[in-house]
């Protein structure tokens, strides 16, 4: 069964404007949580514009589920994940001045460097992921680094303007996700997806997990995060 994966950055987004001490991360996941989540996601950003340190050492200690913490390869972001030691991390681009993560990581580009970070958190006991685009290249650049596990970029699918613009988007993804499960990796999915357009990737078999937070916290703003969640679970379940 297709599971989901909650981001919560957003929560502590809101927290950082003011610079106060709520909304508290830790109870969105706990709420997310009790409404079915079955991992929680946290991206611990180099210039720490949502998610502090302190969260994920609590978010460690409170979470029933999966953590999934998303990161860099920049030396202290590892170094703070291998004192953390989150269920699995998962390997994302960041540059400072981005909204949000732009596209996926250039495994082919950075092989050695990810290959070295990846076996320092797998000694860490952490399962290692990349997000990337739903390119057979980086699928592949992704085995020679000897990681199993890939989160495909779902931006285009979310970015597209037309019927033709999803459908290409659908074929890259099913074709990337497949091409993945034939190298015996294990597929998860997410970025822009939201309740309206979730139901286009959820007919991907091989794809596990969906990544999903900005269009959950916002709903969870008007209709709280436990219900929020749930929605989303029963969609991705039809």
Known sequence: MLRLGVNIDHVATVREIRKGIEPEPVNAAFLAESAGADSI????REDRRHIREQDLFVLRKTIKTKMNLEMSIAAEIVRIACRV?????TLVPERRQELTTEGG???DSNLKKIKRVKDKLEKNGIAVSVFIDPEKKQIDAAVKAGIRLIELHTGRLAE??????VQKSLRELKTAAKYAKAKGMRVFAGHGLDYYNVCLITGIREIEELNIGYSIVCRAVLMGMEEAVRE???LIRQ
């Open 160 to 165: 597209a303007k037309n019927k033709r613009g």
């Open 85 to 89: 030691k989150p269920d699995q991390a």
């Open 105 to 107: 990581l250039n495994v």
């Open 232 to 234: 989303m679970k029963a």
């Open 41 to 44: 996601v946290v991206h611990l």
